[in-house]
């Protein structure tokens, strides 16, 4: 193909390891993982060392490691189960003014659901300060839901700060490392943070397979 693709933040091409370390299962172990035979025995085997490999990535549980095909679904599978299984404790949501359309929409959706969310503005350099969490938050808000690195011009939230905020005000953290790269991620390795926080990364923009 001709040109030159500069739009890593959309996604990047596979990283040859990881193309090595997939073809098997493309070209010959094609079995469901969920079937008890050996066929899909092999595939549940490959997918379990994948999560262990990913949670010692991120230094957090294999069992909390949950594979989506992107971040659309993966914010979609987050903010609406949150809603759905603490919407009896509080209808109130916090999120960012300038959050993607993948986080946005679905905050517009529940909107549309009763709940009520707030859109907290960011600074002329794109960043969100922890006191206007603080000052936002009530003992109706069920969920903070702020992203990691912004898609758009790259500016990184503090979110381990902002999370201590959420914690402790009870309401849960949330967080999207989808435009995150090697270096942006350390804070999350470093801090205990998403061993209580929800944190979508993505394999698009790590260099591995992308659906
Ligand atoms: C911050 C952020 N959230 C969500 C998405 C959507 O992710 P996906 O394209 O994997 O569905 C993107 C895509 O670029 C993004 O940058």
Same mark, same amino acid.
């Given at each position: 193909?001709?040109?030159?693709?500069?739009?890593?933040?959309?996604?990047?091409?596979?990283?040859?390891?990881?193309?090595? #370390?997939?073809?098997?299962?493309?070209?010959?172990?094609? /079995?469901?993982?969920?079937?008890?035979? %050996?066929?899909? @025995?092999?595939?549940? !085997?490959?997918? !379990?060392?994948?999560?262990? $490999?990913?949670?010692?990535?991120?230094?957090?549980?294999?069992?909390?490691?949950?594979?989506?095909?992107?971040?659309?679904?993966?914010?979609?599978?987050?903010?609406?189960?949150?809603?759905?299984?603490?919407?009896?404790? /509080?209808?109130?949501?916090?999120?960012?003014?300038?959050?993607?359309?993948? @986080? &946005?929409?679905?905050?517009?959706?529940?909107?549309?659901?009763?709940?009520?969310?707030?859109?907290?503005?960011?600074?002329?350099?794109?960043?969100?300060?922890? &006191?206007?969490? $603080?000052?936002?938050?009530?003992?109706?808000?069920?969920?903070?839901?702020?992203?990691?690195?912004?898609?758009?011009? /790259?500016?990184?939230?503090?979110?381990?700060?902002?999370? $201590?905020? #959420?914690?402790?005000?009870?309401?849960?953290?949330?967080?999207?490392?989808?435009?995150?790269?090697?270096?942006?991620?350390?804070?999350?390795?470093?801090?205990? @943070?998403?061993?209580?926080?929800?944190?979508?990364?993505?394999?698009?923009?790590?260099?591995?397979?992308? %659906?």
């Amino acid at each position: 193909m001709a040109g030159i693709y500069l739009d890593y933040n959309a996604t990047t091409p596979i990283d040859p390891q990881v193309a090595d #370390a997939m073809m098997p299962y493309i070209r010959h172990s094609f /079995g469901n993982p969920s079937s008890g035979h %050996s066929f899909g @025995v092999e595939v549940r !085997d490959g997918m !379990d060392r994948a999560r262990g $490999e990913v949670a010692r990535l991120l230094g957090c549980e294999s069992g909390g490691v949950v594979f989506t095909g992107g971040g659309t679904e993966a914010n979609n599978h987050a903010i609406k189960g949150v809603a759905a299984s603490h919407g009896h404790r /509080g209808r109130h949501v916090i999120t960012s003014a300038i959050e993607h359309p993948a @986080v &946005e929409e679905v905050c517009r959706y529940l909107e549309g659901q009763g709940f009520t969310v707030t859109y907290l503005p960011v600074d002329r350099d794109g960043l969100m300060h922890p &006191e206007q969490v $603080e000052e936002a938050i009530t003992s109706e808000t069920i969920l903070v839901t702020i992203m990691h690195a912004n898609n758009e011009v /790259g500016t990184i939230q503090p979110i381990r700060e902002i999370t $201590e905020v #959420a914690h402790r005000n009870g309401a849960l953290m949330r967080s999207i490392g989808r435009q995150d790269t090697r270096e942006s991620r350390r804070p999350w390795r470093r801090s205990a @943070v998403h061993r209580r926080a929800q944190v979508v990364c993505s394999q698009g923009r790590w260099g591995a397979l992308h %659906s």
